[in-house]
């Protein structure tokens, strides 16, 4: 019998190790917390024969990562091991796989929903909440399983392709894993290794961080942006209309989902349904209608004229700036984890378009002193360090009759106070309803 260990216990890996032991080999799973530890899993290491190590994408590379490295174990992760299953047991479902630093979860969602509405059977899976593995092991009839995947969902694929393969943008994030912005980019761009000329890769044209990693002129990029940039783009904005090829889709004005960041989104979301051949009018009424996703930009309570906006999936620089231009000077709650990143030109987006900022986690202190350093004028920042704190404060300060947006948006992860960012934008809904009701 084939041995595996599977370290790291959260979804991901209970996938893996539900599917390892369907095919029937034995799997030890490893977690600190809930399962065998690392110190026991290093003794098996040393004295047991693993054919194959599934690494969880948020594991760290730990010494027992680096003991099956110079074992020369075979690291793969569950989206590697969910290709293989898929594979060897001819499961015919197509795979569209979804990355990006910003928006992939909204592009993700709503490329399955479309397919639900043109009537194919489709699920979301990988970095959304769902064991890849275990959704083709429990679910062998799709049409399609849309991937959104992380970087660290991409370090260690080896077989896996995509039949479309996305990359919706790319800016700096997670430095503290990676050694510099390349690798994390570089990391990102796997997603399109393996695909033949019959599959296809969405490449934004107006990503310059992406645009510098086409190797050459392949017949399967697709390429796609807001700005027409050469003959080659299939897909634009122009006039105020989303067209494909020449073809007016949708009016930029009518769409449901707001903010110029949501229409790099539908670029791509119209590209996969006309790739699908999913008749325009579908499309069209679809994204006029859909609804944002929980914790993306999501209008959730008012108070007289001043409204509420959980943006919580706003982990990053990029996608707090995109949320801040969605709206006319906001007041921004931001802050959390420190990912040691120059949060100076945060600072200079903050005092160019918030009328005033609350500041909460690691980050508070050090977004308060750029801030102060760039002349926002002082009185205007509030650095409270807790989400609570800041939403007490709102409700003394507030007036139902002054329109205001207040938008959490952290630009940031949530670790340092809160288990991820659902939790935080869970939290921060139940605050404001709990004080403003």
Not at 390 to 404: A, G, I, P, Y
Request: hydrophobic share 40%; with cysteine.
């Amino acid at each position: 019998m084939k041995k595996a260990i599977v370290f790291g216990a959260g979804v991901s890996g209970k996938g893996s190790e539900k599917t390892l032991k369907n095919i029937g080999w034995e799997v030890i799973l490893v977690d600190d917390k809930t399962g065998v530890s690392s110190a026991e899993a290093m003794n098996i290491l040393e004295n047991e024969k693993i054919d194959i190590f599934v690494k969880s994408p948020g594991v760290p590379y730990t010494e027992l990562v680096k003991k099956a490295m110079d074992k020369n174990i075979e690291i793969i992760d569950d989206i590697e091991l969910g290709y293989r299953f898929k594979m060897e047991n001819n499961i015919p479902g197509k795979i569209i796989a979804v990355t990006g630093t910003n928006g992939k979860t909204t592009v993700t969602s709503k490329i399955k929903e479309l397919l639900e509405l043109a009537g194919y059977k489709a699920k979301v899976c990988g970095n959304i909440g769902f064991s890849f593995s275990e959704t083709v092991l429990e679910n062998r009839d799709l049409d399609f399983y849309v991937l959104e995947l992380s970087s660290y969902q991409l370090e260690n694929i080896k077989d896996f392709k995509a039949d479309i393969a996305l990359i919706v943008n790319l800016a700096p994030d997670h430095l503290t894993r990676y050694k510099d912005v390349d690798h994390y980019y570089d990391t990102k761009f796997k997603i399109k290794n393996n695909q033949k000329e019959n599959e296809y890769f969405l490449v934004n044209s107006n990503c310059e961080n992406s645009m510098k990693r086409i190797d050459g002129k392949k017949n399967n990029i697709i390429y796609l942006g807001l700005d027409k940039k050469s003959s080659d783009q299939i897909a634009w904005l122009e006039n105020g209309f989303l067209k494909y090829k020449d073809e007016k889709i949708l009016d930029a004005n009518l769409v449901s989902l707001k903010g110029k960041h949501n229409l790099e989104n539908m670029l791509f979301i119209v590209c996969v349904g006309k790739l699908l051949d999913i008749p325009t009018e579908i499309i069209r009424d679809f994204l006029y209608s859909t609804k944002t996703l929980e914790h993306r930009m999501e209008n959730f309570y008012s108070f007289g004229k001043n409204t509420f906006i959980n943006d919580s999936k706003g982990t990053n620089i990029e996608s707090t700036r995109f949320a801040i231009e969605a709206y006319n000077n906001p007041i921004l709650i931001c802050g959390g984890s420190d990912k040691k990143l120059d949060l100076v030109p945060f600072a200079k987006i903050i005092k160019e378009k918030v009328k005033e900022v609350y500041l909460i986690g690691e980050i508070a202190n050090k977004l308060e002193k750029d801030l102060i350093d760039l002349d926002y004028p002082k009185e205007r920042i509030f650095n409270l360090g807790e989400l609570e704190k800041v939403v007490k404060l709102l409700k003394l300060k507030l007036n139902k009759d002054e329109e205001n947006i207040i938008l959490l948006s952290p630009a940031t992860a949530s670790f340092d106070q809160f288990k991820n960012f659902e939790e935080r934008g869970r939290i921060f809904k139940e605050l404001v309803i709990a004080y403003f009701k």
